[in-house]
């Protein structure tokens, strides 16, 4: 297959429904190998690239200010994303289901939250649409044997999915970091984001929300508890406060300090040591490397995934939110939708933070 044919294969399938095969030339590459997804967007030598994704396509979501004066959190959620992905060993891509759900939860302003939440579909989608053409020539000129083989358990396409993650969210916070140095804002942003496809997740969390499955379990007293659904939670992330072990090391080594200002503090400053922006607490540790969990394989058991800012959890556990959706799903709550619910319920049990969560129920039963 030659390069023009690649392309062409490529564009067809893909969801921007762009109207030439020029949308991956040479020179297009070589803008995306300099300048990543922001230089493609807006060189002329990409004329067909444009942003087209809305923040939330398919999903179900809620997300209320509560008692705070400004809403700084910001979604973005698409269930049906259509991707051309390589199989392993084949020349070909054939189009697949991705989904992608992210929570971000701003703090210090809103500035970082809604750049994310704007950005990321497109980056992402354009991650990955690129680096399939780069294997794709690669593996046409026979100089890439990668196609046909596994770093482990993690395929071609998920590799290729990682990293596209991995750089979305690198280059998102480069670009805020730019534009906060030059217009001198103080924002910055958790980034908690789950990708979705054929039956498995991969989960990569910067800052303090939250991700976590809501599995069916077996009541100990089903005799008693006929018809209720018992689910149990599984937390899918580690939140990125200073005083984790870890986090601390790398903090400190930076010169940074942890200060309890009512919670542990980078230099009595940052409740958390990871986040997109905070640009004046960069050279103190603070990092927008998102902590990924690897992919994981959904079981028959696995109802829900849920993505929550942490106003959820001020007043909600997980196991609260699990419990939650299993009396709803009994038939022992209200018809409201599941998001709608527990922001509802986490609002009223006193919660004071700015409250958003998405509720994705999970086909793989």
């Known amino acids: 297959m030659n390069e023009f044919k690649i392309v062409s294969l490529l564009l067809g399938l893909f969801v921007c429904r762009i109207p030439s095969s020029n949308g991956v030339s040479v020179s297009c590459m070589m803008v995306y190998d300099e300048g990543g997804a922001a230089a493609v967007f807006r060189s002329p030598e990409c004329p067909d ?39 392993e060993g084949k020349r070909e891509p054939r189009e697949m289901r991705v989904g992608v759900v992210g929570v971000f939860d701003g703090h210090g302003g809103e500035e970082a939250s809604d750049m994310a939440s704007k950005l990321f579909m497109d980056y992402f989608l354009l991650h990955t649409i690129f680096n399939i053409y780069k294997k794709m020539i690669a593996f046409n000129k026979e100089q890439d044997t990668d196609l046909q083989s596994k770093e482990g358990d993690e395929s071609l396409q998920m590799k290729i999915l990682r990293e596209a993650l991995l750089r979305t969210i690198h280059e998102i916070d480069l670009k805020f970091s730019e534009e906060a140095v030059q217009s001198n804002l103080h924002a910055g942003s958790t980034a908690t984001v789950v990708v979705i496809i054929d039956g498995q997740i991969l989960v990569g969390n910067v800052g303090d929300s939250k991700a976590l499955l809501c599995s069916e379990k077996k009541s100990k007293s089903h005799q008693v508890t006929q018809g209720r659904i018992y689910f149990s939670a599984q937390e899918l992330t580690r ?17 940074g300090s942890i200060i309890v200002w009512g919670v542990p503090r980078v230099n009595g400053i940052l409740a958390m040591s990871r986040s997109i922006g905070d640009v004046y607490l960069k050279r103190h540790g603070v990092i927008s490397t998102p902590e990924l969990t690897g992919w994981r394989a959904l079981t028959a058991n696995d109802s829900y995934l849920v993505v929550a800012s942490d106003g959820i959890f001020e007043s909600l556990t997980p196991d609260d939110i699990c419990d939650f959706i299993g009396h709803q799903k009994s038939g022992l709550s209200s018809s409201s939708s599941l998001a709608d619910c527990i922001v509802d319920i986490a609002f009223e049990k006193g919660s004071t933070d700015n409250l958003s969560v998405i509720v994705v129920p999970l086909i793989s039963k």
Do not use: V
Not at 241 to 255: K, L, N, Q, T, V
């Open 49 to 87: 690239w444009k942003p087209i994704h809305n923040q939330t396509l398919n999903c179900q979501f809620a997300t209320i200010r509560g008692w705070r004066e400004y809403q700084e959190d910001r979604i973005s959620c698409d269930l049906d994303m259509k991707i051309p992905l390589l199989d």
């Open 239 to 255: 939140d990125h406060h200073p005083d984790r072990e870890d986090e601390r090391a790398r903090i400190e080594a930076s010169g």
